[in-house]
């Protein structure tokens, strides 16, 4: 019996009741799998698994089921339940593990490019919450360059561009993937700036770790960035934002100092990047300005940087 047959019986079971659905389970499951000395047996339905309000942690068997049943599935509501089921189990570390050694991270991973945005934003939560784990992040780096390039084109400020950003965002709490994003900097600060509130604090969050990184500076100086990127940098704006601007400069800078020559580097960016922005006189005179903010914690981290 293919997968798509065991599918819809499992469909079928949802709409019968748990009972029915055991006993279809058993048996496809035997035919399938008996010859082979695995047949499974649940203690729970299909229904249960993928009911998101249950919370209690499921053991490799339940996941095991959890996702042949998304591999499977044809249906969006199936799909998209056994997805949110697979995000939840993966919020506890043992089954990061096991759903990895179960080889479900491509089988959530190949939903990310589903047609329907709602599946595929949930496809993007359950990586999400498999990446915390660095192991996974190792299977999870083959769907960067996806993400990036989805995360440009989705639908501004949507549900699944944030979830999106959000996974690029854990997927750069190291070091060891950051560079993956190097052609994509110039479009982030495209997003920051086109972005309301909620994206600008996501993307970011994303620079901000990149700017934390050595290895990332000349990318993030190179970026092709409008000059209204400074007006984040006015004293009226939000304190969440406004903190994480400051931060992105004063990490670069910080890292640009420890760069031997800093004039020598002058000559490698391009007009209309960051670094003119950043060492612009313009950008200095803001920064005198928050000097005198309200907020000490705005204070603090203004850098007054030094003129080129
Ligand atoms: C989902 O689980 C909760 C708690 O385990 C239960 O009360 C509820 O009836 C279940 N819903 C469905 C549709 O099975
Ligand atoms: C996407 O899937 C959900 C079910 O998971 C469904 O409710 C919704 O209508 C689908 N959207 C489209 C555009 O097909
Ligand atoms: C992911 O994990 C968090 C807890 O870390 C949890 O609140 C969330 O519901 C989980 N599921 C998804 C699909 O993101
Ligand atoms: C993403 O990373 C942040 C910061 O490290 C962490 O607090 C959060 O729990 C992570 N989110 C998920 C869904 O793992
Ligand atoms: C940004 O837009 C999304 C989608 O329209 C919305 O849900 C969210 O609340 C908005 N955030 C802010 C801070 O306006
Ligand atoms: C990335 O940012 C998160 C908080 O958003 C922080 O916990 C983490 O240490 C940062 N990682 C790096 C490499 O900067």
Redesign the pocket.
């Known amino acids: 019996m293919g997968g798509t047959r065991y599918a819809r019986w499992v469909a079928a079971g949802l709409l019968l009741g748990?009972g029915a659905c055991y006993g279809i389970y058993r048996l496809t499951r035997g035919q399938r799998r008996g010859d082979r000395g695995h047949r499974l047996r649940p203690t729970r339905s299909a229904?249960?698994l993928t009911?998101c309000?249950?919370?209690d942690v499921l053991n490799a068997e339940q996941l095991q089921k959890l996702l042949y049943l998304l591999q499977s599935a044809e249906d969006p509501i199936i799909i998209e339940k056994a997805l949110v089921t697979v995000g939840n189990s993966a919020a506890f570390s043992v089954n990061q593990v096991i759903i990895r050694e179960l080889g479900g991270i491509p089988i959530v991973g190949s939903k990310i490019n589903h047609p329907n945005l709602s599946i595929k934003e949930k496809a993007l939560n359950a990586l999400n919450n498999l990446s915390v784990n660095v192991e996974n992040q190792v299977k999870i780096k083959v769907y960067i360059n996806q993400v990036s390039e989805d995360v440009f084109s989705d639908p501004l400020n949507s549900p699944v561009q944030m979830a999106g950003l959000r996974l690029l965002t854990n997927m750069t709490v190291t070091n060891d993937h950051q560079h993956m994003l190097n052609n994509y900097i110039t479009d982030l600060f495209h997003v920051l700036l086109i972005g309301n509130g909620s994206t600008k604090v996501q993307v970011l969050k994303l620079l901000v770790n990149l700017s934390e990184n050595p290895a990332m500076t000349e990318q993030l100086l190179s970026a092709q960035v409008d000059p209204s990127f400074l007006s984040l940098c006015d004293g009226h704006v939000a304190k969440e934002i406004l903190l994480r601007v400051l931060t992105l400069f004063q990490n670069i800078n910080n890292c640009l100092k420890a760069k031997k020559n800093r004039l020598a580097l002058q000559s490698k960016f391009p007009e209309g990047s960051l670094f003119f922005l950043l060492y612009g006189e313009e950008c200095a005179q803001k920064m005198e300005a928050l000097v005198y903010h309200q907020d000490d914690e705005v204070k603090e981290k203004v850098t007054i940087i030094p003129k080129s």
């Open positions: 748990a229904e249960d009911n309000s249950c919370d």
